[in-house]
């Protein structure tokens, strides 16, 4: 009896990966409120096999056993390692271990990175570069170099015979349901999120690597993560707008309030802000989801950060989210940041220092002490009117 659930994705092609349902956060950093999943594929030629990428560890007999489903696991010929890390080539001493004749492919920095994380003997690592081929019988793959995404030494595998790119991170979603993108109702909302969080400061890099796929004939993106591509145009086409940098007429708003001094600076400015007409995501940092935050960043065109002064400086939620939104490097363009202080400023410079080198335009950077007064309120309005105007004449 069959347990596990394998598709075949194409002739041959199969879905060995696993459904990480209970995953909540990712690198210690990114929320998962929708698990993932580790993709591997298994590709059997009619001469030779490979498995691309593994699974996440804890995940090993799993994988094995939907291997096993297929074939005998120590008769793959090669093992493709598209990228390094653990989510993907954690399982790749177990796999060795039921396997002994298996060549791992991988880039020059891959071969490094496998002999560091996972003790990869050399003479059973196979160096690809940009263009190398590997003949499988009836099956070829190509390789194509796609550095920093999202770590330096990853590469994409292009099944020829099959137009099947297999990506790795880039075009991937963490979304432990669905296997098609066609099962999935907000797979341009959870791609667009997982774009913000991993692969948006990797936007040039993103860039080059759409420019090399782009003549590629592809009926099928098989990412790491998440649901496959059937549909690889529409995810290409979002890829496309995202890499460049194109914004939308939105200002994500972030704040933090201690005693709703912030807030009522806050409130005001996104009132102006939607009565001219722009969009507006607002997240208030202590219930915040950090992934809204990088998705909303993905296509603002501006940013206003709001902090009241605690212990000489900004609140911390805030100093966190400045230091994210520089980690991340959205496209945004315009800034505006809104503080109070009790008794003695500061947080204003500690977050432009944070946010300086970003390159933003600040458009505004108003300290108030206490809460906001009449007049105030009348300076934040026009700061909502300036900002919105600069959002609107933006292309
Ligand atoms: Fe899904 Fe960069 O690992």
């Known amino acids: 009896m069959k347990l596990h659930n394998v598709n075949e994705i194409a002739d041959h092609v199969y879905w060995v990966g696993v459904r990480d349902w209970s995953r909540r956060m990712f690198d210690a950093l990114i929320p998962l409120p929708y698990g993932t999943t580790y993709n591997s594929y298994l590709v059997q030629g009619e001469e030779k096999s490979a498995l691309v990428d593994t699974v996440n560890p804890g995940f090993e007999k799993e994988l094995e056993a939907k291997i096993r489903e297929v074939m005998d696991p120590s008769e793959l010929d090669y093992v493709v390692m598209n990228h390094a890390e653990p989510d993907h080539a954690g399982s790749i001493p177990h796999v060795f271990s ?3 004749k298996a060549e791992l492919i991988t880039s020059e920095k891959g071969a ?3 002999r560091i994380y996972y003790g990869t003997l050399p003479e059973r690592i196979h160096v690809v570069k940009e263009g190398d081929t590997i003949e499988l019988g009836g099956k070829s793959f190509e390789f194509v170099d796609a550095p920093f995404l999202h770590w330096p030494e990853t590469i994409f595998t292009y099944l ?9 991170d880039f075009f991937g979603s963490h979304i432990a349901h669905g296997v098609y993108d066609e099962d999935v109702a907000d797979v341009s909302v959870m791609s667009k999120r997982y774009f913000g969080e991993i692969m948006m400061p990797y936007k040039g890099m993103g860039k080059r690597a759409l420019d090399k796929i782009k003549e590629m004939e592809i009926e099928i993106i098989a990412p790491s993560h ?3 591509h059937k549909h690889p145009q529409r995810i290409m086409d979002l890829y496309n707008d995202w890499v460049n940098g194109a914004t939308r007429q939105k200002v994500t708003v972030v704040y933090a309030t201690m005693w709703g001094d912030v807030e009522k600076m806050i409130f005001p400015l996104v009132e102006t ?3 001219e007409g722009v969009e507006v995501a607002v997240h208030n940092l202590v219930v915040a989801d950090i992934g809204r935050i990088a998705e ?3 296509d603002s065109r501006a940013i206003v950060l709001g902090t009241p002064t605690v212990l000489g ?4 939620l805030a100093v966190y989210a400045a ?3 520089k980690a991340l490097r959205p496209p945004a363009k315009y800034a505006a940041v809104l503080t109070s202080y009790g008794w003695g400023g500061g947080a204003l410079k500690q977050i432009a220092d944070l946010v300086g080198p970003l390159k933003l335009e600040v458009v505004a950077a108003l300290e108030v002490n206490g809460p906001p007064s009449g007049n105030d309120l009348s300076k934040i309005v026009e700061i909502g009117k300036t900002l919105a105007s600069k959002v609107k004449e933006e292309k």
């Not at 400086?313 to 911390?316: D, I, V």
């Open 296 to 298: 909303d960043l993905v």
């Open 313 to 316: 400086g900004a609140h911390p």
């Open 226 to 228: 998440g649901p496959i």
């Open 273 to 275: 802000l939607q009565s």
């Open 98 to 100: 039921l396997n002994k």
């Open 323 to 325: 230091f994210l939104a």
């Open 112 to 114: 490094q990175m496998a």
């Open 160 to 168: 020829v015979e099959d137009k099947i790119l297999f990506p790795c």
